[in-house]
C-alpha cells in the first residue's frame, strides 16, 4: 500500500544516524522487519523502507530514548498488546474514549468493569470512526464485530483497516500491511486506520 | 528459579518430549521432540531438539541441532551446532563450527572457527576469527572485526589454495577491520581493509584504510 521508499543510504544520509544504530533498532526490534524491503539494483541487492514511516519512526526514536531505554521503547512501539487493563471510568476520564462510545459499547457487548488492552484498542478504533463522522452506529457494530473476530489473527504483526462504501451499502475488512489491493471504481475506501499506528498511539495515551 | 519446575536430566541416551524446565542437563545423547523453555540448558555430547528453544544460559559440548529458533541471554557453544531457525541471543561466543539458515542477532557475537549464516548476522560488537571458509549473507553492526586466524601452512599454501575465508554479500557498520574476506560491498564511518580482501565497491564516511595486499574495486566518500 506504500508507494514511496526510501533506500538505506538516502535514510542515513537524511536523519543522521549511522549503520550501527540502525542495526542497533532492529535488533532491539523498534524497526519491524517488515519495513526492511530488499530490491535488487543494479549495485546489487539494497534494502528500501517506506519512506513516511521510517522517518517518523527514527524521529520518535530520536526524541524518546533519552527518557525511556530501548527496551522500554521497543515495548510502546511494537504491535504487541500489553497487559495493562483500565476501568471504563478511567478511560472517559483520562480522554481515551468518548462517553459516546463506551455507552454504544457497553450496549452491544454489556457491561465491563475492567478493559484489557485490546478492547481498548477496539474502543479506540470505534471511537476514532465515531469522531471522524464517517460512520454510523450501526456500522460501528460491523467494525466491532469484525475488530473480535478476525483481529486475534493479526497479533504482533498491524495491519490496516479499512472501511468502504458502496452504492450506500458499507463494509469493513482487515488487511496486512504492505499488500497492494485495489478495488474497482465505484467502490470507495471511506478510512483507512494503520492498527500499527494506532497501538502505538494508546500505548503512549494509557503509559 | 521458579518452584514447582522440574529438571530434565539425560545420562546416556534417552528423548523427551519438550515442556517447561529449571535445567537441562544431557551428557551423552538425547533428542527432544517439542519447544523447549528451560533456564539453564547444558549439552554435553550430542542432542538434537526437535523445536525451539529459549533458555537464560545455554552451554554446549558437542554436537547440537535445533530445528526451530534459538533463544537465550548467554550462549556459548564449544563444538558444532547448526541452527535452522534463528537465533537471538545477547552474549554469544562459539568455538567450533555454527550454522543458522536464518538470522542472527546478538550484542556481543564472539565466533573463532567457521560459520555459514544464510540470513542477516547483527551484532553490536562481532569478533570473528575464522579457521576456515566461512559465509553470511549478510553481516550488520556496530564494531565488526574480522581476522584471520588458523595457521597458513607451508609458505602460506593454505591460505592460496582455500581462498578467501569469508564470503559475504554486504557489511555495514561504524566501525569495520576486515582481513581475508570478499564482500560485494563494504559501507561504514571507519573502515579498514586488511590483508588478503577483495571488496568490489567501499563507501565510507569518515576515514578508509587500505593494506597493500588488500583489492578494492572502487571506493567513494560519502
Known amino acids: ?60 526514536i530520536k526524541n524518546m530514548k533519552g527518557e525511556l531505554s530501548l527496551d522500554d521503547l521497543a515495548n510502546i512501539l511494537s ?24 455507552d454504544f ?26 469522531e471522524s463522522g464517517k460512520i454510523n452506529f450501526e456500522e460501528g457494530g460491523i467494525i466491532l464485530n469484525l475488530l473480535e473476530d478476525q483481529y486475534p489473527k493479526f497479533k504482533g504483526k498491524g495491519g490496516e483497516l479499512l ?45 | 528459579m521458579k518452584k514447582g519446575m522440574t ?14 524446565y529449571n535445567a537441562v542437563i544431557i551428557n551423552g545423547e538425547g533428542r527432544i521432540d517439542g519447544d523447549l523453555d528451560c533456564i539453564k540448558l547444558k549439552i554435553n555430547g550430542r542432542c538434537d531438539i526437535n523445536g525451539n528453544v529459549k533458555a537464560d544460559s545455554v552451554d554446549i559440548y558437542g554436537t547440537n541441532s535445533i530445528k526451530g529458533n534459538l533463544e537465550a541471554e548467554k550462549a556459548k557453544i564449544y563444538g558444532n551446532a547448526d ?64 581476522k584471520r586466524k588458523g595457521k597458513s601452512g607451508f609458505l602460506g599454501l593454505k591460505g592460496m589454495i582455500q581462498g578467501k575465508e569469508l564470503t559475504v554479500e554486504t557489511i555495514e557498520g561504524d566501525e569495520i577491520y576486515l582481513e581475508n574476506t570478499q564482500a560485494k560491498v563494504v559501507r561504514g564511518n571507519n573502515i579498514k581493509i586488511g590483508p588478503g580482501c577483495e571488496i568490489e565497491l567501499v563507501e565510507y564516511k569518515n576515514s578508509l584504510k587500505q593494506d597493500e595486499k588488500a583489492e578494492i574495486g572502487t571506493n567513494k566518500k560519502i
Open chain 1, 1 to 60: 500500500m506504500e508507494k514511496d521508499l526510501i533506500s538505506k543510504k538516502e535514510l542515513l544520509e537524511l536523519t543522521g544516524i549511522s549503520y550501527g544504530q540502525l542495526y542497533r533498532w532492529k535488533r532491539k526490534n523498534l524497526i519491524p522487519e517488515e519495513w526492511f524491503i530488499k530490491r535488487s539494483t543494479f549495485t546489487g541487492q539494497e534494502t528500501f523502507f517506506p519512506k513516511e514511516r521510517i522517518l517518523d519512526r527514527i524521529e520518535k
Open chain 1, 79 to 102: 504491535p504487541n498488546l500489553t497487559e495493562i487493563t483500565l476501568e471504563s471510568e478511567k478511560l472517559v476520564k483520562r480522554n481515551i474514549v468518548s462517553k459516546t462510545t463506551l
Open chain 1, 105 to 130: 459499547y457497553t450496549q452491544k457487548k454489556g457491561e465491563t468493569e475492567k478493559y484489557v488492552f485490546e478492547k481498548m484498542l477496539h474502543l479506540y478504533i470505534l471511537d476514532k470512526m465515531f
Open chain 1, 163 to 207: 472501511f468502504l462504501r458502496k452504492l450506500g451499502i458499507s463494509s469493513c475488512c482487515l488487511v496486512s500491511s504492505f499488500c497492494d489491493i485495489h478495488f474497482e471504481e465505484s467502490m470507495k475506501i471511506i478510512e483507512k486506520m494503520n492498527l500499527s499506528d494506532l497501538i502505538e498511539e494508546l500505548k503512549i495515551k494509557i503509559a
Open chain 2, 7 to 20: 529438571d530434565l536430566k539425560i545420562n546416556g541416551r534417552a528423548s523427551s518430549a519438550g515442556g517447561k
Open chain 2, 83 to 146: 541452527i535452522e531457525g534463528n537465533v537471538s541471543v545477547d552474549k554469544a561466543e562459539t568455538y567450533g563450527s555454527i550454522s543458522v539458515d536464518g538470522d542472527c542477532n546478538a550484542e556481543v557475537f564472539k565466533i573463532e572457527g567457521t560459520f555459514a549464516i544464510e540470513g542477516l548476522l547483527n551484532a553490536g560488537e562481532l569478533e570473528l576469527s575464522l579457521y576456515g571458509a566461512s559465509k553470511a549473507c549478510e553481516i550488520g553492526g556496530e564494531n565488526i572485526t574480522v
